[in-house]
């Protein structure tokens, strides 16, 4: 099933699942993604401007795993003539948005990294390397691109981008082992600006720290759990880990766990996984978690999952630290650190 290392997969939205015996919410979510995806590429195959160089779709609809009331994190790659910022970028980008009006996706929020388009050329710009004020917006579309992020438009573009973005990471060491520790670093510290986020966020709203309290400890985690695993195994390689990383890509972070580790941890994480999202698809429930009238902080709904949220990461970190054995001793310092 995982067998060639090098030979990239099609992208999930274009076959099966490769985890076995997958729960039933974890099928109903894939072809829920798989229906949406499909019906925004047939709407991006007409008379799309002619500035833009690839679309690509993260978040839950990425990662096929689209419960009825996910957003469309959509992100609109441009020539790197047209900033962001430009009347001609923002035209750009209502543009793509009115033509998918008709299939009824939830937009994201109005001022996140999804609100405005990127340049190909800001992606991949070494400059910003090290530099801890770079545009959150850019960071994060390019840390999006390498974690969940699917084709909707110019697959062959797409897939250029991504490698384009690693070798924009990989470190030129006398050592291979140590090329891939400054990507590793900047999905920690992505991971962490996550993990802050939602730390806080009770400060200022109790329902939203709920939700999304929830939501990092299970999905979020996963996306870097996955992500890891993968930068992990590629660390060890000493000459194709650039090929291994990129073919790697095409895989959800569940199933990029699921390619390295053992069959037990990774049945007992699906199926936690799969309960979280099975709850989670419950219109009604999310409503009532998400309740600003509600001034409790571990309401009734929250404590239905947050025992799974820590039994699922207990699960995921041993499944860690067994995989890493095998990884290169700086590659486990910087991760440990």
């Known amino acids: 099933m995982f067998d060639n290392d090098s030979d990239p997969l099609p992208c999930p939205a274009d076959r099966e699942c490769l985890i076995p015996h997958l729960p039933e919410t ?4 894939w072809n829920r993604s798989r229906e949406s995806l499909q019906r925004i590429r047939d709407v991006l195959s007409k008379e799309v401007p002619t500035e833009v160089v690839t679309i690509y779709v993260c978040g839950s609809m990425g990662r096929m795993e689209q419960l009825p009331g996910s957003d469309c994190d959509l992100i609109i790659v441009t020539i790197d003539d047209i900033p962001p910022e430009s009347d001609q970028g923002r035209a750009i980008h209502a543009e793509i948005w009115k033509r998918l009006e008709p299939l009824g996706l939830i937009r994201p929020k109005p001022n996140g990294i999804f609100s405005e388009t990127v340049t190909w050329g800001q992606l991949i710009n070494p400059d910003t390397r090290g530099q801890v004020d770079e545009d959150q917006f850019v960071y994060g579309k390019r840390i999006q691109l390498l974690l969940d992020s699917q084709p909707v438009y110019h697959e ?18 006398d050592l291979p082992e140590q090329q891939w520790l400054g990507l590793l670093n900047e999905v920690i510290r992505y991971w962490k600006a996550l993990g802050v986020r939602s730390l806080w966020l009770d400060d200022r709203s ?5 939700y999304i309290n929830l ?30 990383l990129h073919s790697g890509l095409t ?18 994480l699906t199926a936690r996984y799969a309960h979280f999202l099975q709850i989670m698809a419950d219109e009604e429930f999310v409503c009532r978690l998400r309740d600003v009238g509600n001034p409790e902080q571990k309401c009734a709904e929250f404590v239905m999952l947050d025992a799974n949220a820590t039994e699922f990461v207990h699960t995921f970190t041993e499944i860690l630290h067994s995989q890493s054995e095998t990884w290169p001793l700086e590659f486990r310092h910087e991760l440990l650190l």
């Open 206 to 210: 109790v329902a939203e720290w709920r």
């Open 251 to 268: 895989l959800t972070p569940l199933e990029r766990v699921c390619r390295f580790a053992k069959p037990d941890p990774t049945k007992q």
């Open 215 to 244: 939501k990092f400890r299970h999905s979020r985690n996963l996306l870097i759990f996955g992500f890891l695993m993968l930068l992990g195994e590629a660390s060890r390689r000493q000459n194709d880990s650039l090929n291994l």
């Open 26 to 29: 974890l099928d109903a979510c």
């Open 156 to 173: 062959d573009h797409f897939v250029r981008l991504q490698r384009e973005v690693l070798q924009r990471f990989q470190r030129g060491c």
